[in-house]
């Protein structure tokens, strides 16, 4: 059995990550999906941490794995909980010292987004149904509540941290229209030295395609 520390991206609602804990579960694992208080002013990367370390504290060595803004939280993770390894999924893979208010600039994100939308003919005005919602069943939106606001202040604090001695991954939904493809390729090569693996599905890979992922974070081992 594997066990796995799943941290959700803007907002931090757990519920994002249902559907693959549920998968999960049925083939004998554990997954625990943090809920962490994204639309609280008080609260930014150090709560974060926290809230996931304390989530983490019953499971053998999770594999943590951290979703879009989720990103910035896990490097504050695995420094005070023992984890096997860790898996950036559609990430802002973070830089030491870097905030992620400033990571949008650093990795030249908008110009990439724009590229992508032309080259796929898809509008590149940001709207959430085309870069976010464009592949996750309707009915599987209905069945909970995704969104939920991100305050200011995890967007401004300083993300402190050293790379770990254990294995890293990035992985990138192969319709991801809000970090394209070509762009996480860049910023994973250049911050993690590593190349991306690819899934089905998009930004929300975990709602639209939850078996495939399921699968991937299985064949890492534990």
Not at 36 to 55: I, M, W
Not at 121 to 143: I, K, S
Not at 167 to 186: C, K, M, N, Y
Not at 196 to 221: E, I, K, M, N, R
């Amino acid at each position: 059995m594997t066990d796995f520390l799943l941290i959700p991206g803007a907002g931090g609602v757990a519920w994002y990550w249902n559907r693959v804990v549920q998968d999960l579960a049925a083939r004998g694992h554990m997954a625990v999906a943090v809920d962490l208080p994204g639309d609280d002013p008080e609260s930014g990367l150090p709560e974060y941490a926290q809230k996931t370390v304390d989530a983490g504290r019953g499971l053998d060595r999770p594999i943590l794995v951290a979703q879009s803004m989720g990103g910035f939280t896990a490097p504050l993770v695995w420094s005070q909980l023992p984890v096997s390894r860790v898996v950036f999924l559609n990430a802002m893979i973070p830089k030491p010292g870097e905030r992620a208010g400033d990571w949008w600039g650093n990795v030249d994100c908008v110009a990439a987004q724009r590229e992508a939308a032309l080259f796929a003919g898809y509008t590149p005005e940001f709207d959430v149904d085309v870069y976010f919602l464009h592949d996750v069943p309707q009915e599987v939106l209905a069945d909970g509540a995704l969104e939920r606001n991100e305050a200011d202040r995890a967007f401004s604090d300083v993300c402190d941290f050293t790379w770990p001695d254990l294995p890293i991954h990035a992985v990138a939904g192969e319709d991801d229209r809000f970090f394209p493809l070509a762009l996480q390729r860049r910023v994973a090569r250049k911050r993690l030295d590593v190349e991306v693996d690819t899934v089905p599905g998009g930004h929300l890979a975990a709602l639209s395609q939850p078996g495939p992922l399921a699968d991937y974070l299985l064949s890492l081992g534990g």
